[in-house]
């Protein structure tokens, strides 16, 4: 059943072009999504054909890996490293033994965007996921290593940040394989260390949370200013888009369907999914909401919508709030205040259908 596929993806800025972004040129590698569409059904497929008992623990933990990337200035928030920002640090650890108690599979996350190197780079990367993979894969020998991506919406890693300068710096490879190391080391210390059984069922449940739009009482102004004002060229590009979608009468959406994913594993474990780059506070909301079983929540879940921002962020503005929305086809406006409560709402609720 649907409720049972929850499809996560990774994020990198070293990658193919696989969606329609307008600040972005070129045209979507649709060979390369082919690629990923055989390779995820092929090996789902693989996975049913070969079930077997097996046992689960898990452990959540913490990690330094990641900074605050929302630092406070003269103009409003600017993207810099603030190691003073609140952050959610929780690592996950999730292992799979078979029979003869050898590790077969381990999903893990944390909260750090993938982003290491900068935008000079232009070779193919798995960035740091990719090496933490490989870490755990040479360190659990014979298992498979997931990684599935947290609340890092508003972080960046600790690596790249240059607090001397104000600024984060272009990563290298070598910053790609330290910062994968880390992350690795992080969860193998779970893996010997930390680890809870997990007993009783499996249950999942989907759902979505309507998210408005703060549109303004005049649409065909606001986007008219965007276009005839001083604003980066694909900021314009985006306004003209949504001009010409009001001038062929077929007005901007007044709200958003967010895909909220939850599933329980056993009693003890829900893994909390959004379809969007959720911002990290947001992990501490649904943790607090969700009681006493250990809760750990997921982005890029099932869809991607844009920045989901907490409703502090969307106060104080800054990329994720606003200037992110000016790269998106589907996002008139920045998402309306209450989204803390629309999102938290959903996992409850269907949280308490997995009871």
């Known amino acids: 059943r649907p409720a049972r596929l929850l499809l996560s993806c990774t994020h990198t800025h070293a990658g193919p072009l696989v969606a329609k972004r307008l600040y972005a040129g070129g045209t979507i590698d649709l060979a390369y999504l082919e690629r990923v569409r055989k390779a995820v059904v092929s090996t789902v497929a693989q996975a049913g054909s070969t079930t077997h008992p097996a046992a689960i623990s898990f452990a959540i933990g913490s990690s330094k890996v990641a900074i605050g990337r929302r630092l406070p200035s003269s103009g409003g928030f600017i993207m810099a490293p603030n190691p003073d920002q609140s952050i959610n640090t929780d690592t996950l650890a999730v292992l799979v033994r078979g029979r003869?108690?050898?590790?077969?599979?381990?999903?893990?996350s944390v909260s750090c965007h993938p982003t290491v190197m900068g935008p000079d780079n232009y070779r193919i990367s798995a960035e740091f996921p990719g090496v933490a993979c490989r870490e755990i894969e040479r360190a659990l020998a014979g298992s498979s290593a997931l990684f599935v991506q947290g609340a890092c919406?508003?972080?960046?890693?600790?690596?790249?940040?240059d607090l001397s300068a104000g600024r984060f710096r272009a990563g290298t490879y070598e910053d790609v394989e330290c910062v994968g190391r880390e992350v690795a080391a992080d969860i193998l210390s779970l893996v010997d260390h930390s680890m809870r059984p997990v007993t009783g069922a499996l249950a999942a449940r989907?759902?979505?949370a309507?998210?408005?739009f703060d549109l303004p009482d005049d649409l065909g102004a606001y986007f008219e200013t965007v276009v005839g004002g001083e604003y980066p060229e694909y900021q314009r590009r985006w306004a003209r888009h949504h001009l010409r979608r009001i001038r062929e009468g077929d007005g901007p959406p007044t709200s958003a369907e967010c895909p909220v994913h939850v599933l329980a594993v056993g009693d003890a474990l829900r893994l909390v999914?959004?379809?969007?780059?959720?911002?990290?506070?947001?992990?501490?909301?649904v943790k607090a909401a969700l009681g006493p079983a250990a809760t750990y929540t997921l982005g890029y879940a099932n869809g991607v919508l844009g920045?989901?921002?907490t409703d502090k962020v969307l106060i104080e503005g800054g990329y994720e709030a606003l200037e992110s929305v000016r790269s998106s086809p589907n996002l008139p406006a920045p998402f309306a205040p209450g989204i803390d409560e629309r999102l938290i709402d959903a996992a409850v609720r269907l949280s308490a259908e997995c009871s």
């Open 100 to 108: 003869d108690g050898r590790p077969q599979a381990t999903l893990f």
């Open 153 to 161: 919406g508003d972080v960046k890693a600790r690596r790249v940040a």
């Open 206 to 208: 989907t759902g979505t």
């Open 210 to 212: 309507t998210l408005p």
């Open 273 to 285: 999914g959004f379809g969007g780059e959720l911002c990290s506070q947001h992990a501490d909301h």
């Open 307 to 309: 920045y989901l921002s």
